[in-house]
């Protein structure tokens, strides 16, 4: 290598601007490159000129159990401690204005807690809690990089090396790659013409996928049993099938609700622990009874995902209310959206303290030996066939739809129309467990069913954020100045005209899942289910 860089003398680039042409290789060893740039020279076809180099090398930091990688984020520490958040597909090595990474301000060390100061510590420290921190690996980029000239074309030529190696290995594993920068595509493509001539040139994957592969770092799998369903299940296997399906969505976006950075998962996870309640509840009967400690516990976790929620839900109403009214409210607006970020980022606190407290660790557990358990023979239920049972089990739901929405009209009360909205999840919920069977055959009333939960949700949204700004005004009167109270009366103001909007449409929305809809269902219901089950009750 030495002898190699002193013949050519490749010189640093002093800017490489206007070098917007670049192709990329793949090549078996630096010394292959090296070699080929020397035969070249010695063909008179490229100028001498210096080679520098550079080194640099990371570890690579999580948890035992992989509680950053599942975030798809890299905890990359280099040399004195200090370290990088970094998505998992960040290239290498990152660059200085990457916006996707963030740097503690103080080091990060293996064997210990993630306790850096600044963004970085906050935030692993959310994914991680108390657990200590292990190397998953070690990698060292060698870069060496220099211009070169062929004729009068000049040509920036980038030699990598990278190295990765797990903990216990020697050596680890080798990628290389070539890259060629110059002012045009036909000086480029000519270049690395003439050095795969004595040198293998491949097209190179990105760097941050291969220094992933070569380091073993990927997201944990979750693997809770097959979801499949065969021909003609039973009422346990639909009920199995069902959870897991809602049992890894409710695992999976577990990361990025410790993360805090996608507004919508604490959504998500909140919707994905109601499905598991509603299935918990709807196949009670083809479950052990362990299930219904689950259902229990979710119910508990569901309340404090609930708190973090609706604060973002009021911060969007928020900004939204924001847009639709003058600039001359802005410091008002200000002043109220100080108060909720407090506030949320106090239910985010406690949320985080859910997610480490001993409660939550058994939750999920319990919830993953279940499902990976799978149906017993026990209780005797889950051996029933699911199409000759789903007749009974929605029946049961819609007629509860019924009895609650019939004597209701716009002019009902709030608590009463929200009751009418919970009548619908769960009517809905078992009909989207029981649509495998059917075919599309159930979509009609899941449509309607869906439609009349909307608005009912439209509508309790309206009527939440009364008593959240009423409450805020109670709360925290002598924070806010008059202008941010005076607001908060027109906004109530506006919410309750939405209300009373939305109201006028209940009676069209109701007559969705009415007699027609009815009709269609009990006719799917029925089609499908064995003769024996079809002289079922009819629905109300």
């Given at each position: 290598m030495a002898e190699t860089a002193q013949r050519l003398r490749l010189?640093?680039?002093?800017?490489?601007?206007?070098?917007?042409?670049?192709?990329?290789?793949?090549?078996?060893?630096?010394?292959?490159?090296?070699?080929?740039?020397?035969?070249?020279?010695?063909?008179?076809?490229?100028?001498?000129?210096h080679l520098s180099s550079d080194e640099r090398e990371e570890r690579w930091l999580d948890?035992?159990?992989?509680?950053?990688?599942?975030?798809?984020?890299?905890?990359?520490?280099?040399?004195?401690?200090?370290?990088?958040?970094?998505?998992?597909?960040?290239?290498?090595?990152?660059?200085?204005?990457?916006?996707?990474?963030?740097?503690?301000?103080?080091?990060?060390?293996?064997g210990e807690p993630a306790r850096a100061e600044g963004e970085v510590g906050t935030r692993v420290?959310?994914?991680?809690?108390?657990?200590?921190?292990?190397?998953?690996?070690?990698?060292?980029?060698?870069?060496?990089?220099?211009?070169?000239?062929?004729?009068?074309?000049?040509?920036?030529?980038?030699?990598?090396?990278?190295?990765?190696?797990?903990?216990?290995?020697?050596?680890?594993?080798?990628?290389?790659?070539?890259?060629?920068?110059?002012?045009?595509?036909?000086?480029?493509?000519?270049?690395?013409?003439?050095?795969?001539?004595?040198?293998?040139?491949?097209p190179a994957p990105p760097f941050a996928a291969t220094a992933r592969d070569l380091a073993g770092v990927e997201p944990p799998g979750i693997d809770l049993g097959p979801t499949e369903l065969p021909p003609r299940p039973s009422l346990a296997e639909l009920a199995f099938a069902t959870l897991r399906s809602d049992g890894r969505d409710f695992l999976a976006v577990e990361p990025a609700v410790r993360l805090g950075d996608d507004p919508e998962a604490v959504h998500d996870m909140r919707v994905a622990a109601r499905r598991l309640r509603a299935a918990l509840g709807l196949f009670e009967e083809a479950l052990p009874a362990r299930a219904r400690a689950l259902r229990r516990e979710l119910r508990r976790f569901?309340?404090?995902?609930?708190?973090?929620r609706d604060l973002e839900v009021q911060l969007t109403q928020l900004a939204a209310w924001r847009r639709d009214n003058p600039r001359s409210a802005a410091a008002a607006f200000d002043a109220i959206e100080g108060v909720l970020r407090v506030k949320h980022a106090a239910a985010r606190r406690k949320l985080l303290r859910?997610?480490?407290?001993?409660?939550?660790?058994h939750l999920v557990v319990h919830?993953?030996?279940?499902?990976?358990?799978?149906?017993?023979?026990?209780?005797?239920?889950?051996?029933?066939?699911?199409?000759?049972?789903?007749?009974?089990?929605?029946?049961?739901?819609?007629?509860?739809?019924?009895?609650?929405?019939?004597?209701?009209?716009?002019?009902?009360?709030?608590?009463?129309?929200?009751?009418?909205?919970?009548?619908?999840?769960?009517?809905?919920?078992?009909?989207?467990?029981?649509?495998p069977l059917y075919d599309?055959?159930?979509?009609?009333?899941?449509?309607?069913?869906?439609?009349?939960?909307?608005?009912?949700?439209?509508?309790?949204?309206?009527?939440?954020?009364?008593?959240?700004?009423?409450?805020?005004?109670q709360s925290s009167r002598r924070k806010l100045p008059p202008q941010a109270l005076f607001l908060m009366g027109a906004i109530s103001a506006q919410c309750e005209r939405r209300a009373s909007s939305l109201r006028r449409s209940f009676s069209r929305k109701y007559r969705k899942v009415g007699a027609r809809r009815k009709r269609a269902l009990k006719a799917a219901l029925d089609d499908a289910a064995p003769k024996r089950a079809t002289k079922s009750r009819p629905l109300p």
């Open positions: 010189v640093p680039s002093e800017g490489d601007g206007d070098l917007r042409a670049r192709a990329t290789f793949a090549v078996p060893a630096i010394d292959d490159v090296e070699r080929a740039l020397g035969v070249l020279e010695s063909a008179g076809r490229v100028a001498p000129r948890t035992a159990d992989r509680r950053i990688a599942a975030a798809v984020r890299l905890l990359r520490v280099e040399s004195g401690g200090i370290a990088r958040l970094s998505p998992l597909g960040t290239p290498h090595p990152v660059p200085a204005d990457d916006e996707g990474s963030v740097q503690a301000s103080s080091p990060v060390a293996p420290a959310a994914l991680a809690g108390q657990r200590l921190l292990e190397t998953v690996a070690t990698v060292r980029l060698q870069r060496r990089r220099g211009v070169v000239r062929d004729g009068d074309r000049r040509l920036l030529v980038e030699l990598d090396e990278l190295r990765a190696a797990q903990p216990g290995e020697t050596d680890g594993r080798v990628a290389a790659r070539l890259t060629i920068r110059g002012t045009d595509d036909a000086s480029v493509a000519s270049f690395a013409a003439a050095l795969s001539e004595t040198c293998a040139l491949t569901g309340a404090a995902l609930g708190g973090v859910v997610l480490e407290a001993k409660r939550y660790g919830l993953t030996s279940l499902l990976t358990d799978g149906p017993k023979r026990r209780p005797a239920a889950g051996r029933r066939a699911a199409v000759a049972e789903a007749p009974r089990l929605i029946r049961k739901r819609y007629r509860r739809l019924r009895r609650v929405g019939d004597p209701l009209s716009r002019r009902s009360a709030p608590a009463e129309l929200h009751e009418l909205r919970i009548a619908c999840k769960r009517l809905r919920y078992a009909l989207d467990f029981y649509q599309g055959a159930v979509a009609a009333m899941i449509d309607g069913v869906s439609g009349l939960q909307n608005l009912l949700g439209h509508h309790q949204d309206m009527w939440v954020a009364i008593g959240h700004l009423e409450a805020l005004a």
